[in-house]
């Protein structure tokens, strides 16, 4: 298209507007009128990026040039066989205007006084309606409604007669020609049905989409305006709503009691036509000079702006700019949000129009009449929910994929096999297979809690690893079965027990049967206990590896026979788990340790042959188990030097590895080792580590790095959680915060309330009762000392005998709100305000702990219905009815809250 400018030789702009009714069909306004379409075709030469799959070539339709200077434009609403446009003129007149070869203006719309029409719309409701704006005139108005049946005036022919105008809209041809014969002349409706603003420019208009008598409009002068055409046009609802001239005023197709309107300022504002007062939300675009707000007719909350001084087109989502927004009263000037998209162009638009099927495409044009249609890649909006599954969208559909563990084992090893990290994340099939909200949520289940004996057993069920070690330790502290020495100081670590005692080792024991030197000690001792190595009792030995064996770990309960030096014990170990293990190359490695044991003496270990074969790479490298390679390496190398490769091998247990030191270690090394130990799982989170430090600030170190790295905020919570409040920091506080916030998400209400008994904080009240008059706060704590205050007066005044035998019915002093005195609301079953005890007679009460009030005094209330009464009246009734109490009430929900 070439640029076409008016007789004072400004370029005029184009407006373009896509049909609701012919697929692919738009309409170009500027120095004429133009029908197009968009066809598909597979010889198009380079196609844009921008063009979607099924668009590759405009068609010119048709082309009106009795229309000029199009200055407006609006589709007809209702569909007809011809396409049928509305154009506003410079002159003030509003055509109806056609692409058949006879009629092209089948009627126009004459103004009393010629100036520019600004703007027009369609009534939606009433399709024969149709609304004009026009600039300023003294003495006359600037907003017209005029009818599109209305009978007109036609012009006379040459012999003086008048032609027929009931064939007007008739007489068009289907066809779009080109013929520039002379046409019939339209006729002319000189008198709106209704006009309204006098002497004030109409920039911009809308009529409402749920109402059809309601036109809403935009004045020159900052005003936005409401006129009901039913009633007097001349006091209309009247707001200023910006701080220049409304520049466009148009409802949301989806929630038609939202307006939005623009101005050159930069600023969308969005109002609520049902509170007129101020905006209930605005939107700085940064963009001067708007020109063009459009919403998006298939997607909520989406719109799209263009200014005269950008190269670009800005979609905006107000459903997310919105969010965050207080219910104060807010300096919008400074709500400044961001687009969502941005289109970029290679000149500034002159407009664009949504495609009415595609909420993904729209089509523009730019002021060198340059048509683009601009396709949105689509995005894929991604929710976790909080008991798992994901849910996702594409375009119009939704779909929800869940996400479950069949076991809870992929949190430890399981059968003696150590999994990968890798292999915790993710299956060979590509599933997922470890999420610790999962986790978490299935613990809950199971029990998980600040029971600490019930902790024990299920992770020991579990076989979870760390965390068996964890809730051991702390279960043993609780059961008594650590020494006097330890248990007096709550969940105390070895390295307390070591640092608070001066005492050094006795003198190093030797043992006879092969040569290496144990260390004997009482902090020692304590050491071994909590790492479950202390087997002073007998058969205690035999026990761990019975226990051991029955999980399946019998590479680990030979490896801790070994560090005993039970050679014996051990080939048993091995012996029996040749019969019980299925695995073919496992059970190979268990034989060949199984016969490297049977030929060890201290004869061996002094020639160096048993050793060379014993450590042989072929052989020793193939072992993967991490306990059977410690096995060989502690019994083939030389005193000390052997013990590194037991001590720093990570696939040991931590508990393992402590309690080996303890037995081999020098006092110096033992001390050095721990410490080294301590800041090793500081940085690794890992949560053995508790068992060296105890509950002290160095273990709020490890679970920090433990949360950071696994997200396991319940184990945190639920341990640190057994710490008094005044020890703990504001990192346990935000755990256990955390933690709550999850359970309440989870909807688990009972496992939230037994974790804050446990906890024995005290918390504040979360539900409040108020007056439904004045609003005020009734709490129970005012309405409870009143009670004991009235109760111990009457046993006063009344005397023993009388006290007894009041005591069933407690009469409360006022049964009204003591802010406004207005009756407080009423039991539905005994009819009696809520502030008046139950007749208790012959019925057994609950109180709670440390209170005085009654349960069954209690006000409980349905949260659909808000029909209640007293706790005891209510579960009495709900004992034999599953409807709501009151007569006329069918809810159903009540007794679901009890």
Known sequence: MNVNRDQSGVKT???????????????????????????????FPNPSKNFGSNVKKVVVKGINYEVSQVRCVGWNPIGSEEPLVACGLPSGKVVLATFSSSNRIVKEFVPKHSRACNCLAWNPLEPHRLAAGLDKVRGDCSTLVWDINQQGILPS?????????????????????????????????????????NSEATTALAWDPSNASCLVTGTGVKWLRIYDLRADTNSPQSVVAHSKSVQGVSFDPFKHERLATFSEDGI???????????????????????QQVEWCPKRSGVLASSSRDEKSIKFWDIQDAMVGQKNEREDFSSSHSRPYRTHEGSETYSSFSWDPSNQHRLLSVNNSGILEVVTLQQTIPIKWSPKGDLSFSYGNKQTTLKIENDSLNTLSAAQGNIPTEEEKSYSKEGKIIFDVSIEMRKRVQLGYSMDIAHNKKMMDSLNAGELCTLWNWMADYLAGVFPKEISDTLFQGIHQIFKSSTATSKKPVEKTSLPFVTYVSPQRQFALQICGWGFDKKDSLDQAVSRLESNGQYERAAAICVFHIDLKRAMGCLVRGTGAVKDAKRVVHLRYVHMALAGCNEQALASGFWKEACLEPSMFNEIKHPYLKACLSFLCNDTGKGYR????????????????????????????????????????????????????????EIFEQYVNTTGDVQTAALVMGHLPKKLRDQRVDLWIKSYRDLLDVWELWHARAKFDIALKDPINSQVYVRCNFCNQALSMSLITSRRGLTNQRTRISQGPSQSSSSSNFHKQTSASCPGCKKPLPRCVVCLLPFSVNVPNAGRQTQTTAGSSTEFGNWFTWCQSCRHGGHAAHMMDWFKNHRECPVSDCKCTQCGTFL
């Open 157 to 197: 022919d040459s012999d003086g007669s008048q032609k027929d105008s009931s064939n007007s809209l008739k007489s068009q041809s289907n066809d779009y020609s080109f013929n520039l014969s002379p046409v019939e002349a339209a006729e002319s409706v000189l008198t709106p049905v209704q006009e309204m603003a």
């Open 645 to 700: 490769s037991v001590l720093d091998d990570q696939n040991l247990s931590l508990a393992d590895r402590v309690g080996f030191a303890c037995k081999f270690l020098e006092d110096s090394e033992l001390i050095h080792f721990i410490e080294n130990s301590i800041q090793e799982n500081q940085k690794k989170g890992n949560v053995e580590g508790i068992i060296l430090t105890g509950l002290d600030s160095r273990a709020m």
């Open 268 to 290: 969308i504002k969005f109002w609520d036509v049902r509170n007129f007062v101020e905006p209930v939300f605005s939107l700085v675009t940064n963009s001067k000079g708007l």
């Open 13 to 43: 702009r184009r407006l373009l507007d896509w049909s609701p009714h012919f697929p692919n069909q738009f309409v170009v306004g500027s120095s004429d009128l133009r029908l197009f379409e968009l066809n598909s075709t597979s010889n």
